[in-house]
């Protein structure tokens, strides 16, 4: 092949590589989170993990067709919150974990294909994990089970029973307004 050619080919395939970056065509990036199950045991999620304020952040899975087992979106507020999620134009069932600052479950809950209904948390989180209906159900994870990978600096190190202590030390929050 022609030296040129070459050098043409090779500035296409750059030019078609940055392009596909850009628009959005490039697989999402992944970060690695666990969950401790009821047995002390952490399993492990793909997730992605859009920036608050962005599409990425508001749309969520709405739209999608599937997910892979194992994988997941998780929502970081930034901060405490108790804002509900919804499954408007989300065609596959999802079951979402509440995670509060400190890393521990607040609430686990079911959600349908494009539900209208507010999914509210029963407790304030922070971080909110999207994944496959049943996938924390069947790996025995539930309330009270720290996360990891989820903040920079690392010490979410709880046990089972000192997270599922301070759940039941915590207060509900109001019930919110429509």
């Known amino acids: 092949m022609h030296p040129r050619l070459l050098v043409h080919l090779a500035m296409v395939v750059a030019i078609i590589l940055v392009w596909c970056a850009l628009s959005g065509c490039a697989e999402p990036e992944l970060r690695r989170i666990g969950l401790e199950n009821?047995?002390?045991?952490?399993?492990?999620?793909?997730?992605?993990?859009?920036?608050?304020?962005?599409?990425?952040?508001?749309?969520?899975?709405?739209?999608?067709?599937?997910l892979p087992v194992g994988r997941g979106m998780l929502f970081d507020w930034g901060e405490s919150v108790t804002t509900p999620f919804w499954m408007k134009d989300t065609p596959i069932p999802l079951s979402i974990a509440?995670?509060?600052?400190?890393?521990?479950?607040?609430?686990?809950?079911?959600m349908e294909p494009f539900s209208l209904e507010y999914c509210e948390p029963r407790a304030p989180y922070r971080y909110a994990l999207?994944?496959?209906?049943?996938?924390?159900?069947?790996?025995?994870?539930?309330?009270?089970?720290?996360?990891?990978?989820?903040?920079?600096?690392?010490?979410?190190?709880?046990?089972?029973?000192?997270?599922?202590?301070?759940?039941?030390?915590?207060?509900?929050?109001?019930?919110?307004m429509r």
């Open 98 to 110: 509440f995670i509060s600052e400190e890393g521990i479950i607040v609430d686990i809950q079911n």
């Open 38 to 66: 009821e047995r002390g045991e952490l399993v492990y999620f793909e997730v992605e993990a859009p920036q608050l304020g962005t599409d990425e952040f508001y749309q969520g899975l709405s739209g999608r067709s599937s």
């Open 130 to 176: 999207e994944v496959n209906q049943g996938e924390l159900q069947e790996n025995s994870i539930g309330v009270g089970g720290r996360c990891e990978g989820l903040v920079h600096a690392g010490s979410l190190a709880c046990s089972w029973n000192t997270s599922l202590n301070w759940l039941q030390n915590a207060s509900r929050p109001p019930p919110m």
